[in-house]
């Protein structure tokens, strides 16, 4: 069967598919990701990448087909800058290269040195932030954003503006703002900013409706924090609304509970609305389990998508739906096949919800055979000992047990 819900690589839903849902689902047909890991990533508390490990992380994302990467910010420390300026003008990454830059004029200008396609020019948009924060009257936030773009523009720049806080303004002083600099300044496409990861979903579209009216033309594109875990949900509310960019980062990295993650993204994407981003999906994984060596960072095993242990099975209920249908159907246990995102395939552990079909497998591959009634006595005591031991067994474990049947 070969269906947009379902394939030899995923299983979802038909419902996702019905008319009554499509019909209000407006996707661009060239959606990019515009990933921030480098930057905004990096910018989470205690987190730091050397030189190498960025460059390494911009070439496992060019390799998957991250459309842009957001390099840095020059004037963070030479450092970055020198792999801002490395990254852009290395001819076989097929990843564009932006900088970012604050509403500043020689802010603009380093990051044009560099050599970049493109920069991300930040403004404050919240009043009380503008004037409390930043200690700044409303002119000359409006001034600094004319005078930034405008540089950006003269430097042969793509911009895009960057409204700090933009959810949590006022929407006729955000709008306004907007307007503006797209009158008097340059943009060539605006980020709705969701700084402090404030916005419902439900809200998205009308957002995006909203920029769109008062910025016809422009691209959208979209700058979702997960601090309500909504990050990956919103985004893709907006995409489905019509935007055409997806800032996110790997594993959701980012200032204090991180930003959009793009693995949540893209594969829901991919797998649950038939949004194809044209990235090697195949490459999830490993760039995760890379940025995690790299940072230190730990996360759950069973963390959707990226998770270690994500395709374990220890359930005895589900093990007897693997043995009966992996070799047939392997979806009937998964949503998506391991190999999609690049994981190792399923496993079946032993532990206290164990049952027969669980021990069956361990004692296949272990090439011994009991009868029902040991079968019976061996998943007791598993049990036993996953209690003793608080968790799994292993293979000591498991040899052990059996060791009295050999």
């Known amino acids: 069967m070969t269906e947009k ?110 050599g970049v396609k493109g920069v991300i020019i930040e403004i404050p948009c919240n009043e009380e932030m503008i004037t409390k924060a930043y200690g700044w009257t409303m002119e000359k936030a409006l001034e600094l954003s004319i005078q930034a773009s405008i540089a950006a523009k003269e430097a042969g720049l793509y911009t895009v503006f960057f409204p700090i806080d933009m959810t949590r303004a006022s929407m006729s002083w955000s709008l306004d703002l907007l307007s503006h600099v797209a009158a008097n300044g340059h943009m060539d496409a605006l980020a709705i900013v969701d700084t402090m990861g404030v916005l419902m979903p439900h809200t998205v579209p009308f957002l995006v409706d909203t920029v769109r009216s008062k910025l016809p033309g422009k691209p959208i594109e979209l700058h979702f924090h997960d601090d309500y875990g909504l990050g990956a949900a919103n985004t893709i509310m907006g995409l489905a609304a019509g935007a055409d960019v997806a800032h996110t980062t790997i594993g959701a990295i980012g200032e204090r509970a991180g930003n959009a993650p793009y693995e949540d993204v893209a594969l829901a994407l991919l797998t649950m609305y038939g949004v ?23 996360i759950r095993g069973n963390r959707g998508i990226t998770g270690d242990t994500v395709f374990n099975i220890e359930s005895g209920i589900v093990a007897d739906w693997y043995k009966h249908s992996h070799e047939t159907d392997p979806l009937i246990t ?72 050999r």
């Open 5 to 114: 819900w379902r394939n030899d690589k995923w299983f979802t839903s038909s419902w996702n598919f019905a008319e009554e849902v499509t019909k209000n689902l407006h996707f661009q047909k060239n959606i990019k990701i515009h990933d921030v890991s480098l930057r905004d990533g990096e910018q989470q508390a205690g987190l730091i990448f050397d030189y190498k490990q960025k460059m390494a992380l911009a070439e496992k994302m060019s390799e998957m087909g991250i459309h842009r990467i957001e390099a840095g910010m020059p004037a963070v420390s030479q450092q970055d800058r020198q792999v801002i300026v490395d990254l852009a003008k290395r001819s076989d990454l097929q990843s564009e290269i932006f900088a970012f830059a604050r509403c500043m004029v020689d802010d603009v200008k380093r990051a044009a040195d560099c």
């Open 334 to 405: 998964n949503s998506y096949l391991p190999a999609l995102t690049g994981h190792p395939d399923t496993q079946i552990v032993l532990g206290k919800h164990s049952g027969i079909s669980s021990v069956d497998v361990w004692l296949e591959e272990a090439a011994i055979q009991l009868d029902k009634e040991q079968k019976r006595t061996l998943v007791t005591d598993v049990k036993a000992r996953a209690y003793e031991k608080h968790g799994l067994l292993n293979q000591a474990d498991f040899d052990q047990l059996v060791a009295k049947y």
């Open 276 to 298: 194809d981003l044209g990235l090697d999906y195949s490459q999830i994984y490993p760039l995760n389990k890379m940025m995690r060596e790299f940072s230190g960072l730990p």
